[in-house]
């Protein structure tokens, strides 16, 4: 599970925050508060302001969160299915199930964010030109007047042609679709990322110098973050398409011990998990493949009632996104354990268990593949 909290689902889609959005929610209705609100609406109490910049805040982050939506709407347009957004403390992070298969879908998606943000930024400078004109409200119309420039500000910083900021990955599409090689167009893009990176944080210090402490931390920590991410979007791909050529079958545990439905869970604890050293076993009933026993099922029953419990009553059930095939992609393997939220699948042919393949078996398969080279 991902750290955060879940907040409600929009479309279908789980939104989230990460812990640290708590923190920039704070730093951001703060300055607001005290510097962005007393400038430009001069004369207003202490508590008014504290109050407008936390409204400010919370609404700056809704449009965030459109943003996130509109790339997330568009993958599942297009057959990309996203399940979950996380908000965190430099914007939001849609969790795609895979990545897209041809540019022409990578650079829609790339596009939806920036478009929804300048519809916003549309939107709410007219909202500010209506309030001007019928003379009322100005601290309303300074809230709509800074949102139309924030969401700009979003626009302006996310079409930069960096990977893995919007106008990186609309860079990536490009290429991609120039050269037929996502590899070296991904490459591209994180090294344009970098660069842009290392650039801010060179202006952040600069910045400092100057005097402007708290505006050159935060270009130094975007710096920062966006050059991490953008090596690190790199790195994913490549160990994406090692797992794509590698196959369920040759990172699979075989011989698998199979356990009945109708067991108690003390036989199963002593006979199996420390008879095996297993973290898992699957559930046979009626000679049926019924579900999955972790030790996580054993640890929330008391142990008092380990001789009363049986497997079928605490095991997980089995759906059909579990079960794989020995032909199948170790790729396929991994993104289905993390959208079920588990560290192991079965893997059957013609019908009969053959394997059992965790996140454990993919990434020792991957270490040695690294260590021999190959």
Not at 141 to 158: C, P
Not at 216 to 221: A, E, K, R, S, T
Request: charged fraction near 15%; aromatic fraction near 10%.
């Amino acid at each position: 599970m991902g750290r955060g909290v879940k907040l409600f689902k929009i479309l279908g889609i789980q939104i989230s925050l990460d812990y640290t959005w708590f923190i920039v929610f704070g730093l951001v209705a703060w300055s607001l508060a005290q510097g962005y609100f007393p400038l430009t609406i001069p004369g207003l109490t202490t508590f008014t302001y504290i109050i407008v910049g936390t409204i400010s805040a919370a609404l700056l982050f809704i449009c965030v969160l459109i943003h996130e939506l509109s790339h997330s709407y568009t993958s599942n347009k297009l057959g990309i299915e996203v399940k979950e957004i996380t908000l965190f403390i430099f914007g939001g992070v849609a969790k795609l199930t895979k990545e897209p298969d041809d540019p022409i879908k990578e650079l829609k998606i790339a596009i939806a964010g920036p478009a929804a943000s300048t519809a916003l930024a549309a939107t709410f400078w007219v909202l500010m030109r209506l309030v001007d004109a019928i003379s009322i409200y100005p601290v309303l119309s300074a809230v709509f007047g800074y949102l139309s420039m924030i969401n700009m500000v979003l626009v302006a910083f996310n079409i930069i042609p960096g990977f893995p900021l919007d106008g990186g990955r609309i860079l990536r599409a490009i290429w991609w679709n120039k050269t037929g090689d996502l590899q070296k167009a991904t490459h591209v893009a994180s090294q344009v990322g970098k660069g842009f990176a290392a650039l801010l944080i060179g202006f952040g210090f600069f910045q400092i110098f100057l005097g402007n402490f708290i505006g050159g931390l935060w270009m130094i920590f975007i710096g920062m973050f966006l050059q991490q991410a953008a090596d690190s979007g790199y790195r994913q791909l490549l160990v994406n398409k090692t797992l794509e050529r590698m196959k369920v079958g040759d990172a699979m545990t075989m011989n698998v011990i199979a356990i009945a439905g109708d067991s108690t869970l003390a036989s199963v604890v002593e006979k199996y998990f420390f008879g095996y050293h297993f973290a898992g076993f699957p559930v046979v009933s009626d000679g049926q493949i019924t579900g999955m026993l972790t030790l996580n099922n054993v640890r929330i029953i008391p142990q008092q009632e380990w001789n009363t419990t049986l497997v079928k009553d605490v095991m997980n059930k089995i759906s059909p996104d579990a079960i794989l095939r020995p032909e199948d992609s170790a790729m396929d393997a991994l993104s289905r354990m993390i959208n079920l939220d588990t560290g192991r699948v079965i893997v059957m042919d013609g019908g009969k268990i053959v394997g059992i393949i965790t996140r454990r078996d993919i990434m020792k398969l991957m270490e040695f593949k690294a260590d021999l080279g190959i």
